[in-house]
């Protein structure tokens, strides 16, 4: 509860919250001069709000020589630690760790449960984002791409798409895994239910969908990154 609070004194500042959804949405490390330039504030003023930011865990910092000669710079970028915020205080993550780590111990038959689960929840999130009485037949390409965008966005996932010219492939990044903590200590179990939970928001919005994972955090990397073949 005292770190809910103390995050929330740091948001209260408008300037500083936008800083934090820049840096959410840039998916890289950004210096003290980039920030000061992108909302037009003095060097000074930026490294507070960052400094802030990293006080509550938020952001990490580290210095690093970027290559151009000069004094290293210090580099800012997201903290792997799990924002949450809720009032009441109510703690849905350890919710789901109890739940994820009990379905897992039961067996095969847990991990097949948590297949069909992570599914039916993609799709009822795509379901909670499509307009009141419309029909996904009715749809365009681009406004099933906006769908998955918000409903990814607001999922936590800080998601990044793209596609081929032809619209039959959507590429995407996740650079915000909501099970990261879980995953790392059964990273099969795990990874299989959020791929079942995308695949769910796929299967939603196309005719057919065939999500291929590419990478994955557990595997060292920045971010979890599938091709999807789809048919509209």
């Known amino acids: 509860m005292e770190q809910t609070l103390k995050i929330t004194n740091v948001l209260s500042d408008p300037t500083r919250y936008y800083i934090y959804q820049y840096i959410t949405k840039r998916h890289d490390e950004v210096t003290v ?3 000061a330039d992108s ?5 000074n003023v930026a490294r507070l709000h960052l400094s802030k930011l990293e006080d ?6 580290e210095t690093k020589k970027t290559g151009k000669g000069g004094r290293p710079s210090r580099l800012y970028r997201l903290s792997d630690d799990v924002i949450q915020l809720h009032f009441p205080y109510r703690d849905y993550q350890l919710l789901a ?3 994820i780590e009990s379905m897992l111990t039961i067996g095969e038959e847990g991990k097949k449960a948590l297949f069909q689960t992570g599914k039916k929840f993609g799709h009822e999130l795509v379901e909670q984002h499509l307009s009141s009485g419309s029909q996904v037949a009715g749809l365009t390409f681009e406004q099933k791409l906006g769908i998955l965008k918000e409903a990814a966005s607001i999922a936590g996932l800080y998601p990044e798409f793209d596609t081929n010219e032809e619209q039959t492939i959507i590429y995407f990044q996740i650079f915000n895994c909501p099970f990261k903590e879980i995953a790392f200590k059964d990273a099969e179990a795990v990874c299989d239910m959020h791929h079942a939970f995308l695949y769910g928001m796929f299967q939603s919005l196309f005719e057919s969908a065939e999500l291929v994972e ?3 955090m557990t595997a060292g990397c920045i971010s979890c990154s599938y091709q999807a ?3 509209k």
């Open 56 to 61: 509550v865990n938020m952001l990490t910092s």
């Open 39 to 43: 909302f037009t504030i003095h060097p």
């Open 97 to 99: 760790k109890i739940a």
């Open 33 to 35: 001069q980039e920030i």
């Open 229 to 231: 073949f789809v048919t």
């Open 214 to 216: 590419k990478e994955t």
